[in-house]
């Protein structure tokens, strides 16, 4: 059943191709038009990677490791990895909010981020 365009009560899953990412849960993602951009999350470790699904072509959703720009060594110190962050677009640039980094066993804690990048 079609409800403003989207289906209501169906699953639907795709096969996808290209440098799929490990399985993952908490990662951040934003789509923008037909990408899918995700970032970090954890599974057997954290992850620190920045992803893109490409699904511009119907039912063949490639994904792909971004790489950083030659403009990286403007950009302040790389995130790292963490797990449960906000992803978003503001102004052509994907920002990233907070999130958990890895276990401080003498805490026993995560480290909390609060930083905007």
């Given at each position: 059943?079609?409800?403003?365009?989207?289906?209501k009560g169906a699953w639907e899953s795709y096969e996808q191709f290209g440098q799929t990412p490990d399985t993952r849960e908490g990662m951040s993602m934003v789509s923008i038009g037909k990408d899918v951009y995700m970032y970090g999350g954890q599974g057997r470790t954290m992850f620190d990677d920045l992803r893109l699904l490409?699904?511009?072509?119907?039912?063949?959703?490639?994904?792909?490791?971004?790489?950083?720009?030659?403009?990286?060594?403007?950009?302040?110190d790389h995130p790292g990895?963490?797990?449960?962050?906000?992803?978003?677009?503001?102004?052509?640039?994907?920002?990233?909010?907070?999130?958990?980094?890895?276990?401080?066993?003498?805490?026993?804690?995560r480290r909390a981020y609060y930083d905007i990048l």
């Open positions: 059943m079609k409800q403003d365009g989207f289906l490409d699904c511009s072509k119907l039912h063949q959703y490639v994904w792909s490791l971004v790489e950083p720009s030659s403009e990286a060594d403007t950009v302040p990895p963490r797990t449960a962050s906000v992803l978003c677009r503001y102004n052509q640039k994907l920002v990233l909010f907070g999130g958990n980094g890895p276990y401080i066993s003498h805490i026993k804690s």
